[in-house]
């Protein structure tokens, strides 16, 4: 039994988790941190720290399938979602293979990580803010929902997660092309900057964009002109010399988060591994970000987690959280029940409780629903669990022609498409945004041990063999379609006593469709594709294959797969009144006043841009609103 | 059980036919044994025997030509039918650093042998997550496209 | 109380420099003596023939800063063997504490470039731009043939009897470790110099730190003629160097240790890059008055002699660990550090390109390694001649370079040695 008392208590150690943690701890709060990955993962010494990633990437190495999760471990008693689990679902027949259980039509497609640092362990680290649009869906285009508040009000907190990320960028590119094709002014402002450079687009972006850079495409009988952007990027760069915030911290004066500003001498300095300040200061080109970072040049949140006041900070692992208890009086939350295994294998566990003031779910949309649905929580408006979104991903591929464009270089992508990010066909069918992906024909063929299986089947060898493969590998490119998942209630997280897992907790049970929102935005991605490849001297080679694609769905005749993005967005959704949502504009859940949730469930909408960053920026909001609530 | 013509300087050789690696590149790999000892581990007796005596003949054959080699490597040891089908699964574990342990599955030697698979030379980039080229290589043509090419580096 | 033992612009980082005036009395004013006040150089009892005795004009100076580049250049290749021939897995803090020494040598290079840049007046450049082929310096020249004497007849002493210190191509070895050390030692401040011969460029240095203290020395004197007093809006004069400031190197595309890149502009910034090259270079030993100061510990970075140190003892320093007479003779106590000689390519020691005519597959790596060697020389060369911009193009040359060795070290000689091939570090043409 645990006695004492934490000022907050949070479940979760990502960014969410890390970012809450830090902010409190630093502002004197007591905070105790449940994780439910390994105790290993949680070291933040340079010692233990470089260990534990050695192995972490020993097992990247030797994994013959690299998945977003296969560097880590995947824990019997705290199981992790794995896209290899993923298979069709046979109408009627749930599938329960992995730890989601899968009740279709079609599976849901996307993972995350249960472990010390969470999903930024495998993150991309893309840092697009969303577009003023995003925030307005239902207003703009009668879709979806509008978020409490305007990008304006969150621009702050943006500027406070870009810091924390620490992102590279160049603010130049993205504001001419949302000034030209969106008329908004000051997106990022002129006063602002990003704490380091542009991480330099690629070869393959310079060849690509002199093909296609402001080339007509026709789509439902509207001319588009392709842009290019350079994508803003969590990843350690060149500093701007211009950048002059050195901090964020709690102002206990005004009540408000603040920036520490730089002592004129102090330049921005890349913030390094965990294990030392010197590894990982600039992006080596791994191309390896998904899955691992060897050298902790991306962010990942226990960079963040290791600057929290560690006085204030009580961090429990293999501390699996399964149930808040309510009062039910006050409907206040008194406790949260954990449950710490030992071995991770066996079942085996302690019950506790941890008790504190405030409580913060900070382990994944997934988990952040499932533990509610599990107490009984937050849940007056049935919100809980509903809306699942993610960018369902339309991937194309191709062969460039006229010239070789040397991929599997560098980060994963550097320049987007920015075109289908917002405009009038919202109201038809969902946006995407396209990233340049970098590393070829990975993802959808597994390249290059695909070629070379071909190759080889084919009878090639020697000199043949060799030259073939530099033709066809330095050739390759891969463009793809990241459509925004518009919010669908019949796309859910739930529980059934049915299913349970090693400790007793509810598996997630999920719901998940394609709506013809989605499905014109495929067939319209495919089309611009299609156009674009044909403008750029690009060869088609993309195949769907109905039998094996997990996400394979028809419209109008034609079939086109799917990927998730690892984007798990949306379960329990931020709103202005609560009967039609879950949590309030400061992510307290109307329900319980002790209660907030932070992390990707409270977004309303998803826009086209990659959550995290967003996510972040709204965490350091509930930060700002629980110390308000600690202080008053 | 000690094979004469199995030995590292033989299959050496004959990686080097089959992959389009000269024999320095190869050992340069530092993978030399490490895969020859997967391919006795893992191959019937028969086959690495049968394999490497063919291979022999081929690489000693009299009057050859680098055409006539090709030729007899093409019909003696491609095949999937010869050796069971040692040829193809020998050049997938120089490519990739995996054995081939039938159509649907393969194994990763070693970490080793992941960051040393020539298909990441052969398409002038490197395994993801080793041998990383450093910040802002990627904005730039690859080092073995620019040294070869000598145009384009007395350019400045 | 100030910390004179630590820099100024990063004070967790050890400076074993001290200030010129408090080694050997000597102020600005007498290190300047042919335009001091004769009465004031009579009343500083101090010997000038030390002064007198080095730099003799800015020519020596900028032939002096010349030297050093390729000083700098010299103990590159052999830290890049030791630390390549680590085999993956083993020595892992021996290969960290090495690697982070490497790259500071490299930023030493460029600070000596910013120096020489700052003192060269365009007629200087243009004076010599046919030698150097428009260049800083001469890539095919400023190449050593290993094993070779230290750039600028810096001998460290080696005891009795033993042949002068020439520095080897090894494969991480005890012998290596002991050249690294005696590389780095600092030798004693007030110990003097003896004049050059007639005979002699350079006058016998015993250590590095010995060599950047006559520079510092040139740099005192001449500075009337490699600066221009300007003033500043409050009237306070500063001296500005007569070099073109666009050739300056800035510290952005620099990173992977706590050293810093200066742009050398004003007389002050000589002084600053100097403080970074000798204090984490080797130092100039001198003597800890504060007795609660502590050299070692958690979160201090060392200069390089203590962190050849730590390999040499297969101990990291402890926070007690200063010796207050003679701090270079500090033992590290503190915990172990795993520390192998064996799992370690066995490389040929001073490997040359002539040693593999016999195979020409290896051969023509080496040359590969070669092209991509000088081509990354090119580059810096390119980098401190006026285009900055280019140093960050040599970073992919640098990490390919590793990459290159490390094929090479895989290769076996088969010459009955039992040794390996390793790189060259040879000029070829590109």
């Known amino acids: 039994m645990e006695i004492k008392n934490y000022d907050v208590v949070i479940i979760g150690s990502g960014i969410a988790g890390s970012i809450t943690a830090n902010i409190l701890t630093n502002a004197g709060k007591k905070v105790l941190l449940l994780e439910a990955g390994l105790n290993a993962g949680i070291a933040l010494d340079a010692e233990n720290a470089y260990k534990t990633y050695q192995g972490y990437l020993n097992t990247f190495y030797e994994n013959s399938i690299k998945v977003p999760n296969s560097p880590y471990p995947n824990i019997e008693d705290a199981p992790s979602i794995d896209v290899l689990d993923l298979k069709q679902i046979e109408p009627g027949k749930p599938d329960t293979k992995g730890y989601l259980v899968q009740m279709g039509p079609i599976p849901f497609a996307s993972d995350c990580l249960r472990g010390a640092g969470g999903t930024t362990l495998h993150w991309l680290g893309t840092t697009l803010r969303m577009l003023p649009n995003d925030f307005k869906m239902k207003k703009t285009y009668g879709i979806g929902v509008d978020w409490p508040f305007s990008y304006n009000d969150l621009k702050p907190y943006y500027e406070m997660a870009e810091h924390e990320i620490g992102v590279a960028g160049n603010k130049e590119s993205m504001e001419k092309w949302v000034k030209g094709q969106l008329k908004v002014d000051n997106y990022y402002g002129s006063k602002y900057q990003f704490p380091m450079e542009e991480i330099p687009p690629s070869y393959m972006d310079k060849v690509l964009i002199s093909e296609m850079e402001g080339k007509e495409i026709v789509l439902n009988g509207v001319s588009h002109k392709i842009e290019t952007v350079t994508t803003p990027q969590g990843r350690n760069s060149t500093p701007n010399s211009k950048y002059s915030k050195a901090g964020i911290r709690w102002n206990p004066g005004s009540k408000k988060l603040e920036f520490i500003d730089a002592d004129f001498r102090d330049k921005y300095e890349p913030v390094g591994s965990v294990w030392d300040p010197y590894s990982g200061q600039r992006c080596e080109g791994n191309a390896s970000c998904v899955p691992i970072c060897p050298v902790q040049a991306k962010y990942n949140a226990l960079k963040t987690l290791k600057k929290a006041d560690h006085g204030n900070l009580t961090i429990k692992t293999q501390a699996v959280a399964s149930k808040l208890i309510i009062n039910s009086i006050s409907n206040w939350i008194e406790g949260v029940e954990y449950k710490t295994y030992q071995e991770g294998h066996n079942g085996k566990y302690d019950l506790q409780t941890a008790k504190g003031t405030i409580y913060v779910l900070a382990a994944s949309a997934i988990e952040n629903a499932k533990i509610l649905l599990a107490s009984g929580a937050a849940n007056s408006s049935d919100q809980v669990g509903r809306n699942l979104m993610d960018h369902m991903t339309v991937l194309s591929w191709g062969l460039n022609k006229k010239e070789r464009v040397y991929p599997f270089r560098g980060p994963g992508s550097t320049t987007n498409i920015a075109t289908f990010r917002d405009g009038d066909f919202r109201k038809e069918h969902a946006a995407w945004i396209s990233p340049l992906d970098n590393w070829g024909w990975g993802w959808p063929a597994f390249s290059p041990g695909s070629d070379v299986n071909d190759a080889v089947t084919q009878g090639m060898f020697g000199k043949e063999l060799r030259s073939f493969l530099e033709d066809r590998i330095t050739r390759q490119v891969l463009v793809h379609a990241e459509c925004e998942q518009a919010p669908d209630p019949e796309c859910r997280v739930t529980i059934d006593p049915a299913y349970l897992d090693q400790l007793g907790n509810y598996r997630p049970v999920i719901h998940y469709r394609a709506t013809e929102y989605m499905l014109k935005a495929f067939e319209a991605g495919r089309e611009f594709v299609t156009q674009l490849f044909d403008k750029a001297g690009i060869e088609d080679y993309t195949v769907y294959n109905p039998e094996k694609d997990a996400d394979y769905v028809t419209y109008k005749g034609k079939g086109y797969s799917f990927e998730g993005a690892g984007h798990i967005v949306g379960t329990h959704r931020m709103g202005k009144t609560k009967e039609d949502s879950v949590v309030n504009e400061n992510m307290r859940t109307w329900d319980h006043d002790n209660l907030f949730l932070v992390g990707c469930g409270n977004m309303p909408t998803l826009g086209t841009s990659n959550p995290t960053l967003t996510m972040a920026a709204l965490t350091f909001k509930a930060a700002e609103a629980i110390l308000n609530q600690l202080e008053n | ?156 | 109380m100030e910390n004179k033992f630590f820099q100024d612009n990063n004070p967790k980082r050890q400076k074993l420099i001290k200030p010129l005036s408090e080694v050997n009395n000597l102020t600005e004013e007498l290190i300047d003596f042919e335009n001091s006040s004769a009465k004031k150089l009579k009343a500083s009892k101090v010997d000038l023939t030390l002064i007198k005795n080095q730099i003799q004009s800015v020519d020596e100076l900028r032939f002096y800063l010349r030297t050093a580049l390729q000083l700098e250049l010299s103990t590159i290749p052999p830290y890049l063997c030791g630390l390549y021939s680590i085999k993956e897995g083993g020595n892992q803090q021996a290969a960290g504490l090495i690697r982070s020494v490497v790259v500071e040598e490299m930023l030493h290079m460029i600070l000596v470039a910013n120096i020489l840049n700052a003192i060269s007046s365009p007629a200087d450049l243009k004076k010599e731009s046919k030698e150097f082929s428009g260049k800083l310096f001469d890539v095919e020249k400023i190449i050593p043939d290993y094993p070779t004497k230290l750039p600028g007849n810096i001998y460290p002493p080696v005891g009795k009897g033993k042949t002068p210190f020439k520095v080897s191509l090894l494969k991480f070895s005890q012998e290596a470790i002991d050249e690294f050390c005696t590389i780095e030692r600092p030798s004693n401040p007030t110990k003097e110099v003896k004049p050059k011969t007639s005979r002699q460029v350079f006058p016998k240095y015993e250590s590095i730190g010995q060599f950047y203290e006559a520079i510092r020395y040139g740099l005192y004197r001449f500075k009337n003629q490699i600066t221009k007093p300007e003033k500043n809006k409050n009237g306070k004069t500063y001296y500005k160097f007569i070099g073109d400031e666009s050739r300056q190197v800035g510290p952005e595309h620099y990173y992977g240790s706590g050293g810093k890149i200066l742009k050398v502009i004003y007389f002050g910034g000589a002084l600053e890059a100097i403080e970074e090259i000798v204090g984490q270079g080797e130092g100039v030993d001198g003597t800890i008055q504060d007795p609660d100061f502590e050299m070692f510990g958690e979160g201090i970075e060392y200069a390089h002699y203590f962190k050849f140190q730590e390999i040499n003892y297969g101990r990291l320093y402890h926070s007690n660990d200063t010796n207050y007479d003679k701090p270079t003779n500090s033992i590290p106590s503190g915990p172990s550090i795993n520390r192998s000689w064996s799992s370690v390519y066995n490389m040929k020691p001073n490997p040359k390109m002539a040693d593999y005519k016999d195979n020409p597959q290896l051969l023509d790596l080496a040359k590969n390694f070669n092209e991509t060697y000088v081509t990354l020389l090119n580059n810096i060369n390119d980098a401190v001649s006026g285009d900055p911009d280019k140093l960050v193009q040599g970073i992919a040359l640098m990490y390919d370079l590793k990459y290159k060795a490390l094929e090479l070290l895989k290769i076996p000689l088969n010459d009955g040695t039992g040794e390996c091939a390793g790189p060259t570090f040879e000029y070829v043409k590109v």
Do not use: C
């Not at chain 2, 080793?112 to 298909?119: D, P, T």
């Open chain 2, 1 to 156: 059980m000690s094979n004469p013509d199995a030995s590292p300087p033989q299959f050496l050789k004959i990686s080097s036919l089959l992959t389009g690696f000269t024999e320095t590149e190869l050992i340069g790999t530092g993978m030399l044994d490490s895969y020859l000892n997967t391919i006795l581990k893992n191959s019937a007796k028969e086959d690495v025997k049968y394999f490497f005596e063919n291979a022999k003949e081929i690489l000693d054959e009299p009057n050859q030509t680098e055409e006539s080699i090709a030729i007899s490597t093409r019909k003696q040891l491609m095949p999937d039918s010869s050796y069971g089908g040692l040829a193809k699964k020998i050049i997938i574990l120089w490519y990739t650093g995996s054995w081939k342990v039938n159509e649907n599955s393969s194994k990763i030697i070693s970490p080793a042998s992941y960051k040393q698979g020539l298909m990441w030379d052969a398409g002038h980039t490197h395994p993801p997550g080793a041998k990383q080229p450093g910040f802002g290589s990627w904005a730039k043509l690859p080092i073995s496209v620019m040294i070869n090419d000598k145009s384009k580096t007395n350019g400045n």
